[in-house]
């Protein structure tokens, strides 16, 4: 009798779940309002389960998390709810309570790494704080334990990397050591705010497939915060989507991704390019914005957006199940979970190439060479020995007039300084850059000025490289004024309203500054002023990387409608392999700076020659968990090598799973084995004749 009393109180104690979030509210008081960040949010955590909460910038995700370590600022306060820790309400804990609670049991790995760790402290100093003062280890006990957790993580020649600074680490290795620190005492819960968001997908890869093993082996409940669809398929048990401070959907990760029965749900997943589907359609966009929290609408909160509102939607809402586990909170969610309402949303329209393929090119970049002179590694500071970064060497490619070339690779493979150096904001060191037949390499200060007209520049971030101090209006005049395109200050003016309706947004919206806008409509703010010029060529930089999923849609599909309207050329530098497939016509794949694969987009998906190519195909998360289930996901192991000492022969061979003697000894030339499919691989003709699996 008493074993039968045991075993169930262990069923029972198994069957509460870890954590639970019980209707928390969240506000924060700013001179302009009361903003209610949060509003009666409920969720549980199991035991070795991953949850995702997703949904865009300022629905309330990190506010959520920082709550949950009791972090929140000065200005935020909990004005209802709990949140229960093994039945524990972690917000009535005192402060040095939740100290004890603070990287013992709860430990959150935050965005971004060089950020959160200390400059002044190594590497082991930090690992071992937590052990110090939660386990109260001696100094040898701890030093142990954070040689067997860089073991864990996958960090080699652990004694050496525990006494070097975060700044001699990579990005990767950063996120690593975090990983880490998280992981150090053990806990119970591991909170994950965009972790692998400054990754490259390769370095996603390991980190992520690093945290799900952690996660099962040592029962490690794991909360992923992120806007990657992608990854949440992938890695996710579970999904909460955020809207406005609230949840409205919750379930599986198959009932999210293939039943979804919000629309806003819908919305989301139609506007994610998708690694695994050639272009054929514009992307749905969901078009507006989120509504105002310091004046939140009585109703559904995603009324005003939703192309499917009805009377009914002004009023309150509460979450309504729908299966198992899935629930959803709108007003029509029966129609919508069976079947009889389709939601749609604006877009969708056909694309076609606007590329004028055999003629002359309008970009032809032959050779290019840019190396950097930086002071050699234990140089002291009055030393002149220099050391040499080879950032691009030899690359050559060209664009077609209408073309869009994508321009892939991880960090620090030369991406953006081929970029720069198109630009002329970088000089060459070798090779030639032509622009419509003219050699403009080496063009003086005066001849680009007339060339600048021609060619432009969207950037990655348009906050930075928008000036706070002046208007939109300004801002997009100010080379009209500069070139004396348009003179007289009206004409200006009526210049100004056309061009930002031919970017969607409001001619009013002159008048305003750029901390007044929206990520997304500062990007849009950002390509206005780019078409100002009416330029032939435009060097796109990680234009939509910063930006949320919806709003990466509109950006993508707004770049393709000016493409076929002015008959732009696009060189599209980015990382996300799925974006650059939805909108380039070819893609160059670049290593190390060197191109080592450049062919058709769909060839180079579906047919990759080049390990590396492959390498990244199979790293990037596809946001369908069937697709992901059927998938064997290889992750590239290793690090990238430092440019300053590129490995001899193919720079790629000390990551290659195939590579023999001679791609250690002799570099692989670039050369077309298919028309126009450009690979440099000693072992390309084996992989396209099937002689040799690339992933072996």
């Known amino acids: 009798m ?38 009666g949010i409920s969720y549980t955590v199991n035991r070795g389960e991953v949850v995702a909460i997703v949904g865009e910038s300022g629905c309330g995700k990190s506010v959520s998390a920082l709550t949950m370590m009791r972090l929140l600022a000065k200005t935020g306060r909990v004005t209802q709810g709990r949140i229960l820790l093994e039945g524990r309400n972690l917000l009535e804990l005192t402060d040095d309570e939740m100290r004890a609670v603070r990287g013992h049991e709860i430990s959150m790995i935050f965005q971004e790494p060089m950020t959160s760790l200390n400059p002044v402290l190594t590497i082991g100093m930090q690992i071992m704080e937590p052990l110090l003062i939660h386990l109260k280890m001696t100094e040898e006990q701890a030093l ?52 692998t968001t400054a990754l490259d997908v390769t370095i996603q890869a390991q980190i992520l497939e690093l945290m799900k093993n952690l996660s099962r082996e040592l029962g490690i409940a794991l909360v992923i915060i992120t806007h990657n669809l992608g990854i949440v398929a992938r890695y996710a048990d579970r999904v909460n989507v955020m809207y406005a401070a609230n ?35 514009k992307l749905q966009t969901i078009e507006g914005l989120p509504p105002d929290l310091r004046m939140p609408p009585a109703g559904c909160r995603f009324a005003p957006r939703c192309p499917h509102r009805i009377e009914k939607c002004s009023q309150p809402i ?4 729908i299966g198992a586990g899935h629930e959803a909170r709108c007003h029509r969610v029966d129609e919508i979970a069976s079947g009889k309402l389709k939601v749609e949303f604006p877009g969708g329209g056909a694309v076609n190439s606007q ?39 030899d690359v050559s490619f060209s664009i077609a007039q209408g073309e869009t070339l994508g321009l892939v690779g991880e960090s620090g493979c030369g991406k953006t300084t081929v970029g720069r150096v198109v630009l002329r904001l970088d000089e060459a060191t070798d090779g030639s850059i032509k622009f419509n037949g003219t050699d403009v390499t080496h063009h003086s200060g005066r001849e680009m000025r007339g060339l600048r007209r021609k060619i ?30 348009v003179p007289e200050k009206k004409a200006r003016n009526d210049r100004v309203g056309e061009l930002l309706s031919q970017v969607g947004l409001f001619p009013y919206m002159a008048e305003r500054y750029p901390h007044e806008l929206s990520g997304g409509q500062r990007q849009r703010v950002g390509i206005a002023r780019a078409l100002a010029l009416e330029p032939s060529l435009i060097v796109c930089d990680e234009p939509v990387s910063a930006l949320d999923v919806s709003i990466q849609g509109q950006v993508i599909n707004l770049l393709e409608d000016l493409q076929a309207r002015l008959g732009l050329t696009y060189l599209f530098i980015a990382h996300d392999l799925a974006v650059v497939r939805h909108i380039s016509d070819r893609v160059a794949v670049m290593y190390l ?3 080592m694969e450049l062919a058709d987009r769909d060839e180079i998906y579906k047919r990759p020659l080049h390990p590396y190519t492959k390498a990244l195909l199979d790293a990037a998360p596809i946001p369908d968990p069937r697709v992901e289930k059927a998938r064997a996901p290889r992750a590239l192991r290793g690090e990238i090598p430092s440019p300053l000492t590129p490995p001899s022969g193919c720079v790629f061979h000390t990551r290659c799973p195939i590579a023999l003697d001679v791609c250690k000894q002799s570099v692989p030339p670039v050369r077309e084995l298919k028309t126009s499919h450009l690979v440099a691989c000693h072992r390309a003709e084996e992989i396209m004749e099937g002689k040799v699996l690339q992933g072996a």
């Open 355 to 393: 590329a004028q393929i055999g003629s002359a090119p309008i970009l032809e970049v032959s050779g290019l060479k840019k190396y950097f002179g930086v002071k050699a590694a234990g140089a002291g500071f009055f030393s002149s020995e220099m050391a040499t970064v080879r950032a691009v060497d």
């Open 144 to 195: 142990v334990r954070a040689l067997e957790l860089m073991q864990q993580v996958g960090i080699t020649d652990g004694e050496r990397r525990l006494s070097q600074y975060p700044h001699q680490l990579s990005g990767g290795m950063r996120q690593r050591v975090m990983i880490a620190i998280g992981l150090a005492c053990k806990p119970k819960l591991i909170i994950a705010d965009e972790p």
């Open 456 to 485: 432009q520049v969207i950037f990655q971030d348009p906050y930075s490289s928008l000036n706070p101090r002046m208007t939109v209006g300004e801002i997009i005049a100010e080379p009209l004024k500069v070139y004396g395109i």
């Open 2 to 39: 008493e074993a039968q009393i045991q075993t169930k109180s262990r069923a029972a104690q198994s069957s509460v779940p870890l954590l639970a979030v019980e209707d928390l509210h969240v506000q924060f008081e700013t001179s302009r309002g009361t903003v209610r960040a949060v509003q």
């Open 593 to 595: 700076g060197k191109i």
């Open 247 to 281: 949840i409205i959907e919750k379930g599986t990760a198959d009932d999210i991704f293939l039943k979804p029965a919000h629309p806003y749900t819908n919305g989301l997943m139609r506007s994610v390019p998708r690694l695994d589907e050639p272009r054929g359609t």
């Open 318 to 321: 509460s979450l309504i199940g």
